[in-house]
C-alpha cells in the first residue's frame, strides 16, 4: 500500500490544544528569558534543578499530585508524591551532607530505576554536587572509568548492584570516599533517622548540576558538563516536544543512565508537576502495552529501537490493547524509519512523532510537535530559542548551505541554556566543537524546501546500537587486554532492529590460534568487564588489522569489506591492503 509522504494534522482533531500551535510563529517571538519566567528561582536567589523539579511542587497546591509512578519488576505499583518526594531526597541530601559532600562534589548513582535512584539524584543536586548517573547495565570497567575521569566522591549504589558491578574494582577508584549501598541495613536506618528537611545549597544557573558521558571514536568517554541552568530548556522542551500538560501521564522508557532518562525521565515532567511512570523492568512487548493501557499514560517518549522490537514482536500482540487516552508519542535517539511512523499510527493510533539531539545539547533541539505535519523519516524543525543550520567546515571558516536537499553538519547558534559548558579536563576537545559562534554536532543532515531537517549519519565511526553510544576505544582497549589479543578493531555493523550491533576484529599474539573456543572466552571476557550493553556481539579473528601509518586501525576499512562496500581512499593505509 502506497504511502503519502506526510501526514497532514487536523487542528480541530486535537482532544487537548497544543502547547505549540504554530512552531514556526513560536519560533520567530522567542526569548530565553520569556522561558525562564515558568521557573520560580530558590528562595532568596539563585538556581536549582531539585527545587524546580520537586520542591515548588511540595510547597504548592500540587503537592499530593504523584510525582512517580512506579513499576516494580514484579509486585505492585507504588505511587510517590511531589511532597513524599522532597522529603525523600531531603534524607538522602542530609545523609549526603553528612558523609563531607559539598557544592561541586562528584556523586555518581547506579541503581537501576528504582525510587532510590530518583530520591537520591536530587538530594545531590540539592547538596549542590554534580550528579552522575550511570547506566546499570555497564560492566565494572566503564564505571570505573567515568568515576575516576569524573574524581567520583560517593558512589550511591544498591548491595546487588555492587556484589556485580562495584566490588571488584573498588580500590581502583581512588577519588571515592564512600559507597552507599541504599538498601544495607546501616544506610536504611541513616536515612531514616535523617531530617526531612534541608535547606537546598543556593546553586546558580552556571554551576554545574549534571555529569553524562558519552563516547568519541577515540580515546576515553567524554564527560559533558551541564548546569542547573539547563532546566530552562527541560521545561520549555517539555512544553513544546512532549507537549506536556499538567494533568499527563508521561512515560519516558530511557534509563537515568542515558541522557533521555535524566533530562526528560527526571527533570523535564517533574519540573511540569505532571505524573511520570518509572518500570524498573527492560524491554517487554506485552509489558509495554500494558503500561500504556493500565497506566493510561497519555504522552511516551521512547527510542526506535523499542519500536521496532514492538513492531516484531507482531500486530495480533498491539491488538488486544486499547490506548485511549494516548495522545502524543515521540522518539528519539537512533533514525527513526518511515515505516515505524506509520506503524504507530496502525497500532497506536497515532504516528511516531522523531525528534534530535544529543547529550552535548542537554535537551531537544529538532522536533516533530503535535502540531506539525509529520513527514516520516523526517526529524521535524528546530524548536523555539533554537537556530540551526547547515554548515561546511572549510579552511576559512564556516560555509553555510543555503541550497534545499543539501547535505552538511548540522550547527546550532551556541548558547542555548541546556548546552553543554565542558567536556571534563578536555578544553581544547571542547573548543574544536565550536567555530564563529556555532556548536558543530558532527552528524550530516540535509533540510528540505519547507524547513524540515533530515539525518544523513554520523561524521565519525561511533557506534550506536539500541540507542545507545559506544565508543569502539573503550570496547578495543578491554578486548586487548586478553592475553591471546594483539589487536582489535571495533566497528558498528548494521542491524535491522537496534540500528547497529558492536562487532569486533581482532589478530591474535603468536601461540595462539583462532578458534570457537577462543572466540566464546572473548566474548565472555568483554561481557565480564564491559557489561551486556557495550559488549561486542560477534567477533572475527584477521591475521592482521588495516591501519594507518600513523598506525591507528582504519575501522572505515574493516566497516567496508564487512558491508562489502567500496574501500574509498586508501592512501593512507599501511603496507598492502
Ligand atoms: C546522537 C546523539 C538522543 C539524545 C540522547 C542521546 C543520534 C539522536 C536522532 C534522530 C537520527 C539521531 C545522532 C546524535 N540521534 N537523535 N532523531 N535521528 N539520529 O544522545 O547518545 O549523545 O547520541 O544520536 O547521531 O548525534 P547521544
Redesign the pocket.
Known amino acids: 500500500m502506497p504511502r503519502p509522504p506526510i501526514i497532514r494534522k487536523d487542528p480541530g482533531a486535537f482532544v487537548v490544544a497544543p502547547n505549540l500551535p504554530d512552531t514556526d510563529a513560536a519560533r520567530a517571538a522567542f526569548s530565553w528569558d520569556s522561558a525562564r519566567a515558568g521557573l520560580q528561582g530558590l528562595p532568596g536567589g539563585g538556581l536549582n534543578i531539585a527545587h524546580e523539579a520537586v520542591d515548588r511542587h511540595a510547597n504548592g497546591p500540587r503537592a499530593n499530585h504523584v510525582a512517580l509512578r512506579w513499576l516494580p519488576a514484579s509486585g505492585a505499583a507504588r505511587d510517590i508524591t511531589y511532597a513524599q518526594l522532597s522529603r525523600e531526597s531531603n534524607r538522602y541530601a542530609n545523609v549526603l551532607r553528612g558523609l563531607g559532600v559539598v557544592k561541586g562534589d562528584a556523586v555518581y548513582v547506579l541503581c537501576g530505576r528504582i525510587p532510590a535512584l530518583y530520591a537520591a539524584v536530587l538530594g545531590a543536586l540539592k547538596c549542590g554536587a554534580v550528579v552522575s548517573p550511570m547506566f546499570s547495565a555497564f560492566g565494572p570497567e566503564p564505571l570505573k572509568t567515568r568515576v575516576n575521569l569524573g574524581a567520583g566522591k560517593v558512589l550511591v549504589t544498591t548491595e546487588a548492584l555492587y556484589a556485580r558491578r562495584v566490588r571488584k574494582v573498588e580500590g581502583e577508584m581512588p577519588t571515592l570516599r564512600h559507597v552507599l549501598r541504599v538498601d544495607d541495613p546501616g544506610t536504611r536506618g541513616m536515612l531514616e533517622g535523617a531530617p526531612e528537611r534541608f535547606a537546598v545549597e543556593r546553586t546558580g544557573a552556571e554551576d554545574p548540576a549534571f555529569l ?1 558521558f ?2 568519541g571514536t577515540t580515546g576515553m568517554p567524554k564527560g ?1 558538563v551541564h548546569v542547573h541552568g539547563a532546566v530552562a530548556a527541560h521545561y520549555a522542551t517539555g512544553r513544546f516536544a512532549l507537549d506536556l500538560h499538567p494533568e499527563d501521564v508521561f512515560w519516558c522508557t ?1 534509563d537515568p543512565g ?3 532518562g535524566t ?1 526528560y525521565g527526571i527533570v523535564a515532567p517533574l519540573a511540569h508537576g505532571v505524573t511520570s511512570l518509572v518500570d524498573e523492568a527492560e524491554f517487554d512487548a506485552e509489558r509495554w502495552y500494558r503500561n500504556l493501557q493500565e497506566q493510561g499514560v497519555t504522552v511516551w517518549y521512547t ?2 529501537t523499542a519500536i521496532r522490537l514492538l513492531m516484531k514482536s507482531g500486530a495480533e500482540v498491539a491488538r488486544r490493547y486499547r490506548f485511549p487516552q494516548l495522545r502524543f508519542v515521540a ?6 524509519n518511515p515505516e515505524a511512523v506509520w506503524w504507530g499510527k496502525e497500532a497506536l493510533g497515532l504516528p511516531i512523532h ?8 542537554g535537551g ?1 533541539m ?1 522536533a516533530n510537535t503535535p502540531a506539525m505535519d509529520v513527514k516520516p523519516g523526517s ?2 524543525k528546530p524548536l523555539p530559542g533554537i537556530e540551526a543550520r547547515i554548515v561546511h567546515r572549510r579552511e576559512g571558516g564556516l560555509a553555510f548551505v543555503e541550497a534545499p536537499d543539501t547535505e552538511g553538519e ?1 550547527a546550532l547558534r551556541a548558547g542555548w541554556p541546556s548546552m553543554f559548558r565542558a567536556y571534563l579536563g578536555q578544553e581544547e576537545r571542547y573548543r574544536k566543537c565550536f567555530a564563529e559562534g556555532w556548536y558543530l ?3 550530516l543532515v540535509r533540510r528540505d524546501a519547507e524547513g524540515y531537517f533530515w ?1 544523513v ?2 561524521a565519525d565511526d ?1 557506534i ?1 546500537s539500541a ?3 559506544i565508543g569502539p576505544f573503550e570496547v578495543e582497549s578491554v578486548l586487548m587486554e586478553h592475553p591471546a589479543v594483539a589487536e582489535a578493531g571495533v566497528i558498528g555493523k548494521p542491524d535491522p532492529v537496534v540500528g547497529e550491533v558492536v562487532k569486533a576484529f581482532v589478530s591474535l599474539k603468536a601461540g595462539h590460534q583462532p578458534g570457537e573456543d577462543l572466540r566464546l572466552q572473548l566474548l565472555a571476557h568483554a561481557r565480564k568487564r564491559l557489561g551486556a550493553a557495550v559488549a561486542p556481539k560477534e567477533i572475527a579473528f584477521a591475521d592482521s588489522l588495516p591501519r594507518t601509518r600513523s598506525g591507528k586501525i582504519m575501522r572505515r576499512l574493516l566497516k567496508a569489506r564487512e558491508l562489502g562496500l567500496p574501500e574509498g581512499d586508501l592512501s593512507t593505509l599501511e603496507g598492502p591492503a
Do not use: C, Y
Open positions: 553524562h558519552t563516547s559533558a530511557a542515558w541522557i533521555t533530562s527510542a526506535p522518539s528519539v535517539g537512533e533514525p527513526l522523531d525528534n534530535w539531539w544529543q547529550t552535548e545539547t531537544i529538532i526529524m521535524g548540522l554536532s558532527g552528524d539525518f549519519g554520523r561511533v550506536k540507542g545507545h553510544l
